[in-house]
């Protein structure tokens, strides 16, 4: 039907039409000859005959004449989008040899990218990878296949997962556990991304089968179980295994009760089941608990490590609960009942010393570690005490009471909270502190004592309660006014124009820090950026002001996932209050109080920052209810796991920050007059 319709004869004015083309054409032609204009026409011309030659040769098969266009794609290209286009257009449908060519072309003016380049040439350019004999292609495939999972409902590109999921290299079946968390987080009921990352909890390599066990915990597939036994992989994989069981069937709790009761599981694995099992709600976990609880008020718990023992008082019976005044209770009643093994001992003892607030109270706990302590740890009838135990003499744990992890301990089990309560922590010179003093005054006391310890803050000399100021500032939204020259003036306004007028740039950082957490300046994301480099500025404090304005850079900077967070020690005074009367009266500073030790650290571990410094409370303010907590009073092998947690726990969630009100004043749930 086509071929005869081409053929039929135009009609009269068609035919009209195109002798009066051509006549014009003719004119033209013979008026430019006449005139002598021909090679002045002619030089018009070429430029865009011969950008159309260019476009042309660039699916050439001549190579020759291909590297010319390609050439001229990259001299062009990067100012001339309409050739961009058409060399991504001549893509499509192209020999490998052009193919390539025309792609290195474009990735070389930085043009390669979906659009211009089409969906089927994109896929064409992974599938080759994928293909490709050398293991670096193929893991910059796995580490980028992530950004295209719109292209999902394509089976080519489908088709590229598993391919690469199976990979024989390990660095890119790793990368692709992570690309498929990625891919879940997008889309958490893609059934086939989920069958891919529990299939990587049976991957040879630890390290795979370890985040793939992870991750699964995280995203709860369909899956009705894990089915290989944690018991009998490496340790590492089967704590993972274990964690991830229960988050995903926590009604299937028979196998960790299995490997908490088996006395040849190393200790660690053991412990890991009674933790995992105190996630459970199921009544066969919970009862299991409270059995081998029972077991520590009779002389049947001799026999059982003095860990396995620490974890059974931190987590048997709580089921999930973190009521640290529960755990101390029964922690007295064993210290009453003389049921405690000198192994048990030591794991309480050392944290005694990271909470000082143990001290605090008239229960069995306080009396026997703070009026007897030498008698308790230290005595004849303590064999277990060694040299090499490492721990502190009672006279160093009893110098720590009203240092800040006291008064922090303190004011985080009191009921209510007074601004008496607070002030150690707001002038600490230690950021962390001052942080938690923040967040528990925001939280404890009125407006009318808000306003008012701000400006007492404010009106301080030295730089920690000045600091402390302009943060509460910013968390709160309120700002002291005090009579100058006859008229009322912000405090906060006036502290920043003092601090430029004097020259002193970390001052003026923190006033414009408490102003931008309220809107009322604006900072550049490079400076942010900056401050949280900045060696004399407290790290943490301007980490907490930017999750106060929702900055994801705050979260993944800290949890190490873009650059790493380095808070040096410097920054922190890790000095005991003897220490620091001592050096004030020798007027000496010290900067970094364990140099000379074995490694010499700078810095400052994320565990040690969330844990021993409790920072973990400032983070769980902001972070949605979801987000691991590590626990405090835990092991430090089980901290770093929880902390670990953590930073898996961002990489499978959008919903980062929590939906509590951060402005302080437009916070239903706050009870005023309290």
Same mark, same amino acid.
């Given at each position: 039907m086509?071929?005869?319709?081409?053929?039929?004869?135009?009609?009269?004015?068609?035919?009209?039409?195109?002798?009066r083309? =051509? %006549?014009y +054409?003719?004119?033209? *032609?013979?008026?430019l000859?006449?005139?002598? !204009?021909?090679p002045? &026409? $002619?030089l018009l011309m070429?430029?865009?005959i011969h950008?159309r030659?260019m476009?042309a040769r660039?699916?050439?098969?001549?190579?020759?004449?291909?590297?010319?266009?390609i050439?001229?794609?990259?001299?062009?290209?990067?100012?001339?989008?309409?050739l961009?286009?058409a060399?991504?257009?001549?893509?499509?449908?192209?020999s490998d040899a052009?193919f390539?060519?025309?792609?290195?072309?474009l990735?070389?003016?930085?043009?390669?990218?979906?659009?211009?380049v089409?969906?089927a040439?994109?896929i064409?350019?992974?599938?080759?990878?994928?293909?490709y004999?050398?293991?670096v292609? =193929? %893991?910059f +495939?796995?580490?980028r *296949?992530?950004?295209d999972?719109?292209?999902? !409902?394509?089976p080519? &590109? $489908?088709?590229?997962?598993?391919?690469?999921?199976e990979?024989?290299?390990?660095?890119v079946r790793?990368?692709?556990?992570?690309?498929?968390?990625?891919r879940?987080?997008?889309?958490?009921?893609?059934?086939?991304?989920?069958i891919l990352?529990?299939?990587?909890?049976?991957?040879?390599?630890?390290?795979?089968?370890r985040d793939?066990?992870?991750?699964?915990?995280?995203?709860?597939?369909?899956?009705?179980?894990i089915?290989?036994?944690?018991?009998?992989?490496?340790?590492?994989?089967?704590?993972?295994?274990?964690w991830?069981?229960?988050?995903?069937?926590?009604d299937?709790? =028979?196998?960790?009760?299995?490997?908490?009761?088996?006395?040849q599981?190393?200790?660690?694995?053991?412990?890991m089941?009674?933790?995992?099992?105190?996630?459970?709600d199921?009544?066969r976990a919970?009862?299991?608990?409270r059995?081998q609880r029972?077991?520590?008020a009779?002389d049947d718990?001799?026999a059982?490590?003095g860990?396995?023992?620490?974890?059974?008082?931190r987590?048997?019976?709580?089921?999930?609960?973190?009521?640290?005044?529960?755990?101390?209770?029964?922690?007295g009643?064993?210290?009453?009942?003389?049921?405690?093994t000198s192994?048990?001992?030591r794991?309480?003892w050392a944290?005694v010393?990271?909470?000082?607030?143990?001290?605090?109270?008239?229960?069995?706990v306080a009396?026997?570690? =703070?009026d007897?302590p030498v008698a308790?740890?230290?005595?004849a009838e303590?064999p277990?005490?060694t040299?090499?135990?490492?721990?502190?003499p009672p006279?160093?744990?009893?110098d720590?009471?009203?240092?800040?992890p006291?008064?922090?301990g303190?004011?985080?089990?009191?009921?209510?909270?007074?601004?008496?309560?607070?002030?150690p922590?707001?002038v600490?010179?230690?950021?962390?502190?001052?942080?938690?003093?923040?967040?528990?005054?925001v939280?404890?006391?009125?407006?009318?004592?808000?306003?008012?310890?701000?400006?007492r803050?404010?009106l301080e000399?030295?730089?920690a309660?000045?600091?402390?100021?302009?943060?509460l500032?910013?968390?709160?939204?309120?700002?002291p006014?005090i009579?100058?020259?006859?008229?009322?003036?912000?405090?906060?306004?006036?502290r920043l124009?003092?601090?430029?007028d004097?020259?002193?740039?970390?001052?003026v950082r923190?006033?414009?820090?408490?102003?931008?957490?309220?809107g009322?300046v604006?900072?550049e994301?490079?400076q942010?950026?900056a401050?949280?480099?900045?060696?004399e500025?407290?790290r943490?404090s301007v980490?907490?002001?930017?999750m106060?304005?929702?900055?994801?850079?705050?979260?993944d900077r800290l949890?190490?996932?873009q650059?790493?967070?380095?808070?040096?020690?410097?920054?922190?005074?890790?000095?005991s209050?003897?220490e620091?009367?001592?050096?004030?009266?020798?007027?000496?500073?010290?900067d970094l109080?364990?140099?000379?030790?074995?490694d010499?650290?700078?810095?400052?571990?994320l565990?040690?920052?969330l844990?021993?410094?409790?920072w973990?409370?400032?983070?769980?303010?902001f972070?949605?209810d979801?987000?691991p907590?590590?626990?405090l009073w835990?092991?430090?092998?089980?901290?770093?796991?929880?902390?670990?947690?953590?930073?898996?726990?961002?990489l499978t969630?959008?919903r980062?920050f929590?939906?509590?009100p951060?402005?302080h004043?437009?916070?239903?749930d706050?009870?005023s007059?309290q």
């Amino acid at each position: 039907m086509y071929d005869s319709a081409l053929s039929r004869k135009p009609g009269p004015r068609v035919a009209r039409q195109r002798r009066r083309r =051509r %006549l014009y +054409l003719r004119l033209l *032609i013979g008026a430019l000859v006449i005139t002598g !204009s021909l090679p002045v &026409f $002619a030089l018009l011309m070429m430029p865009g005959i011969h950008h159309r030659l260019m476009i042309a040769r660039l699916s050439s098969e001549d190579d020759e004449r291909r590297q010319r266009a390609i050439a001229y794609l990259v001299q062009r290209g990067p100012e001339d989008p309409g050739l961009v286009s058409a060399a991504a257009a001549r893509l499509d449908g192209a020999s490998d040899a052009v193919f390539q060519s025309i792609k290195q072309g474009l990735d070389t003016i930085g043009k390669w990218n979906r659009p211009p380049v089409s969906d089927a040439s994109w896929i064409r350019w992974m599938e080759s990878l994928a293909e490709y004999p050398d293991p670096v292609s =193929r %893991l910059f +495939l796995a580490t980028r *296949i992530a950004e295209d999972i719109d292209l999902l !409902s394509n089976p080519a &590109f $489908a088709a590229i997962w598993p391919k690469l999921a199976e990979d024989d290299d390990e660095q890119v079946r790793h990368e692709m556990i992570f690309a498929l968390a990625a891919r879940l987080r997008a889309d958490p009921e893609d059934i086939d991304g989920q069958i891919l990352l529990i299939q990587g909890i049976g991957d040879e390599s630890a390290a795979v089968a370890r985040d793939a066990a992870i991750l699964t915990g995280f995203f709860k597939p369909w899956a009705t179980g894990i089915s290989a036994n944690p018991a009998r992989v490496p340790l590492p994989v089967g704590m993972a295994m274990l964690w991830s069981a229960m988050r995903t069937n926590p009604d299937q709790p =028979r196998t960790a009760m299995e490997i908490a009761a088996n006395e040849q599981l190393p200790l660690r694995m053991r412990s890991m089941a009674v933790w995992a099992l105190s996630l459970s709600d199921d009544e066969r976990a919970a009862g299991f608990l409270r059995d081998q609880r029972a077991r520590l008020a009779t002389d049947d718990h001799n026999a059982m490590p003095g860990e396995l023992v620490w974890t059974l008082i931190r987590y048997a019976g709580r089921n999930g609960i973190d009521d640290e005044r529960s755990v101390r209770a029964w922690l007295g009643d064993l210290i009453e009942a003389g049921s405690l093994t000198s192994g048990a001992r030591r794991p309480i003892w050392a944290s005694v010393h990271r909470h000082p607030e143990l001290l605090l109270g008239d229960d069995a706990v306080a009396r026997m570690l =703070r009026d007897d302590p030498v008698a308790w740890i230290a005595g004849a009838e303590s064999p277990w005490m060694t040299p090499d135990t490492e721990l502190q003499p009672p006279e160093a744990l009893l110098d720590a009471v009203r240092s800040e992890p006291w008064w922090l301990g303190r004011a985080l089990n009191r009921q209510t909270i007074t601004p008496a309560d607070v002030w150690p922590l707001l002038v600490s010179p230690i950021s962390t502190y001052r942080d938690h003093g923040c967040l528990l005054s925001v939280q404890g006391l009125t407006d009318d004592q808000l306003e008012t310890l701000i400006r007492r803050l404010l009106l301080e000399l030295d730089d920690a309660p000045r600091f402390s100021g302009a943060m509460l500032s910013g968390l709160t939204g309120i700002r002291p006014k005090i009579e100058l020259d006859g008229r009322e003036r912000d405090l906060l306004e006036l502290r920043l124009r003092s601090a430029r007028d004097t020259g002193r740039l970390n001052h003026v950082r923190m006033m414009q820090l408490g102003l931008w957490m309220q809107g009322e300046v604006e900072l550049e994301d490079h400076q942010l950026g900056a401050w949280m480099l900045h060696d004399e500025l407290p790290r943490t404090s301007v980490l907490m002001a930017m999750m106060h304005r929702g900055d994801l850079r705050a979260v993944d900077r800290l949890l190490e996932l873009q650059h790493p967070m380095v808070i040096p020690l410097t920054a922190l005074d890790l000095r005991s209050p003897a220490e620091r009367r001592r050096d004030r009266e020798a007027e000496a500073t010290v900067d970094l109080p364990n140099a000379g030790t074995e490694d010499e650290r700078t810095t400052l571990e994320l565990v040690e920052l969330l844990v021993d410094y409790r920072w973990a409370g400032v983070l769980a303010h902001f972070l949605n209810d979801d987000a691991p907590r590590p626990d405090l009073w835990t092991d430090r092998w089980l901290a770093e796991f929880q902390v670990e947690l953590l930073r898996y726990w961002r990489l499978t969630t959008d919903r980062v920050f929590s939906d509590r009100p951060m402005d302080h004043q437009n916070d239903p749930d706050r009870a005023s007059g309290q």
